[in-house]
Nanobody, 125 residues
Framework: QVQLVESGGGLVQPGGSLRLSCAAS????????MGWFRQAPGKEREFVAV????????DYADLVKGRFTISRDNAKNTVYLQMNSLKPEDTGVYYC??????????????????WGKGTLVTVSS
């Protein structure tokens, strides 16, 4: 059974940092793109960041460029999201996803092959 399990969410003050992790199990995703989406309260789920299968290409939503960094460790079947300079508007549930098609992430597609259940990030003083 394929599973994506996110961890690392929590409450952080504005300007603070968090590191999210997403561990995949059930199969190897070394040739899949892996990335992150988020859903703020009352809003639709949106693309945040994506990495290709070897980590040589990454892309970010404009709202997080320069503050968030995605990385992956294929030996551990894990993808990370380092979030710095957090703002209240970064609050939401963060979902890990994986799919063979990198471009699907850039289009904000909701039809990823696999999704995690999400981890809540709250940025508040």
């Amino acid at each position: 059974q394929v599973q994506l399990v996110e961890s690392g969410g929590g409450l952080v003050q504005p300007g603070g940092s968090l590191r999210l992790s997403c561990a995949a199990s059930g199969r190897t995703f070394s040739t899949y793109a892996m990335g992150w989406f988020r859903q703020a309260p009352g809003k639709e789920r949106e693309f945040v960041a994506v990495s290709n299968w070897i980590g040589s290409r990454t892309d970010y939503a404009d709202l997080v460029k320069g503050r968030f960094t995605i990385s992956r460790d294929n030996a551990k079947n894990t993808v990370y999201l380092q979030m710095n300079s957090l703002k209240p508007e970064d609050t939401g549930v963060y979902y890990c996803a994986t799919d063979p098609n990198y471009s699907d992430f850039l289009r904000g597609s909701q039809g990823m092959d696999y999704w995690g259940k999400g981890t809540l990030v709250t940025v508040s003083s």
